[in-house]
């Protein structure tokens, strides 16, 4: 099989993403346990733990998906949430799940492009985009738009895929995402080609110091990064002074 990574335009990048979470919207959650073996609740907690939910704060969760930052927020007494998603397939799940959970006060949901956000200057004081920067075409518009909807004293939070730093762990790993991940997605979501695409979305993604410059160039301030397990995952902060 050729792994080689596509170049894909613009507008095929969105599209492609789109049809890429509609057909894995229904399976996204048992998916995501399944390839990460349960580590992304973790990286998650750890997410939350360092958002420090305040109920006197709003969080614009961007990309927000199936919701789980949105609810860890809620759960932990943060203040009022937008949950947010380009994708109407992935926020229907939120919305079944948010009903389930018994969140009914304090969220909205909303369809909301990460590159043009629908919302005034300085209306937010949390931004979070956990695994979605990734899937976004450009990477800048939304860095700059998180910066624009945040109020002073605001704060960005970034949960993304990134660059291994333990150089050991790499064959291991790269079997993980290239052979035995296509093939988990094509048994359990018949989708091996959504799965293919995750890793190698994965792989073109830019590495921890890359992505603090960039949020830097958007006038993000005080930067900073924490890897998670080796650099598998990794956490970026940043605030609008
Ligand atoms: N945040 C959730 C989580 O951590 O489980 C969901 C992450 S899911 C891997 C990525 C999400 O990014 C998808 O729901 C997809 O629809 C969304 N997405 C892709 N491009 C986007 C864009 N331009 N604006 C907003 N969301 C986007």
């Given amino acids: 099989t050729d792994f080689g990574f596509r170049k894909v335009n613009q507008t095929e990048k969105s ?100 590159e043009k956000i629908c919302l005034p200057d300085r209306s937010v004081d949390r931004v979070t985009i956990s695994f979605g920067l990734r899937n976004c075409t450009n990477k800048d518009n939304v860095l700059a738009e998180a910066r624009r909807v945040l109020k002073p004293g605001g704060r960005f939070l970034c949960l993304e895929f990134s660059k291994l730093i333990i150089p050991m762990l790499r064959p291991l790993y790269d079997a993980w995402s290239f052979q035995a991940l296509p093939r988990i997605g094509q048994i359990i979501a018949k989708d091996g080609d959504s799965y293919q695409y995750l890793a190698e979305s994965i792989r073109m993604f830019p590495d921890q110091e890359t992505l603090k410059g960039m949020m830097e160039n958007a006038g993000l301030e005080r930067v900073t990064y924490q890897n998670l397990s080796g650099g598998i995952a990794a956490i970026h902060s940043g605030w609008r002074i």
Avoid at 38 to 59: C, D, M, S, Y
Avoid at 68 to 80: A, Q
């Fill in 15 to 114: 599209s492609m993403v789109r049809e890429v979470f509609d057909s894995v919207a229904s399976k996204y959650d048992v998916m995501n346990d399944l390839m990460s073996l349960g580590i992304h609740r973790v990286w998650k907690k750890i997410f939350i733990q360092e958002l420090a939910p305040r109920p006197n704060l709003t969080l614009l969760d961007l990309a927000g998906g199936t919701g789980d930052i949105t609810f860890g927020w809620l759960k932990n007494g943060g203040g009022p949430a937008y949950l947010t998603d380009v994708n109407y397939s992935m926020l229907s799940v939120g919305q079944s799940r948010a009903f389930d959970k018994g969140y009914v006060k304090n969220i909205n949901l909303f369809c909301v492009d990460g």
